[in-house]
């Protein structure tokens, strides 16, 4: 257990539509999917690629202790990778 009521998140806890949350509860994005060790997690027109590891169950729901500006940058990354993809 870490402080409070937060414990790891399984696999089982990261369900689609499920809603996450930063350290200071501010929602984040909701999970769309989980590939591998990865769940994906959108936010308007951002898709953010949260590890599995850095995702805690609360009472609340989803929390991650990833920052922001880590946040961020995955969703950026995620553009530049997609964005050079033609449809």
Known sequence: RLEGDL?????ADVRGGAAVR???ARRV????SVH?????VVQG?????VPLASLYRSSR?????LTRAQLRASASANA????SVSH
């Open 45 to 49: 027109n951002r898709t953010m690629h």
């Open 29 to 32: 994005g909701v999970v769309q």
């Open 61 to 65: 729901g989803l929390v991650t202790n």
């Open 22 to 24: 930063d350290w200071r």
């Open 7 to 11: 414990v790891l998140a399984t696999r």
């Open 80 to 83: 530049n990778a997609h964005g």
């Open 36 to 40: 591998g060790d990865t769940a994906v």
